[in-house]
């Protein structure tokens, strides 16, 4: 079984900055894609940023050049520094990665989700 365990949401003012951490643990074979989504009161589940297993990513306009997702794959662990934070990315952010095992079928996985609040 795989587990995730997020950290570093929190409360911040707008302009400031948080890195959000997903850590995993478990049985992995080798893990594909690994992102982050985010979730606002009233609102669907949106993709904010994704990087595969060779480092290239894909972001959310509306985080563009605020966002930048990484990864290590040798701890593993999935991280999203947010900068210049906005009342709007207000949300519950959750990590999910995709996982891949000896036979080629690909599982996804889901963090528990942690809270970012930006104040005006």
């Known amino acids: 079984q795989v587990r995730l365990v997020e950290s570093g949401g929190g409360l911040v003012q707008a302009g400031g900055s948080l890195r959000l951490s997903c850590a995993a643990s478990?049985?992995?074979?080798?893990?594909?894609?690994m992102g982050w989504y985010r979730q606002a009161p009233g609102k669907q589940r949106e993709l904010v940023a994704s990087?595969?297993?060779?480092?290239?990513?894909n972001y959310a306009d509306s985080v563009k050049g605020r966002f930048t997702i990484s990864r290590d794959n040798a701890k593993p662990t999935v991280y999203l520094q947010m900068n210049s934070l906005k009342p709007e990315d207000t949300a519950v952010y959750s990590c999910?990665?995709?996982?891949?095992?000896?036979?080629?079928?690909?599982?996804?996985?889901w963090g528990q989700g942690t809270q970012v609040t930006v104040s005006s």
């Open positions: 999910k990665i995709q996982t891949i095992d000896v036979f080629s079928r690909e599982y996804n996985y």
């Open positions: 478990g049985i992995i074979f080798s893990i594909n894609a």
């Open positions: 990087i595969t297993r060779d480092g290239s990513t």
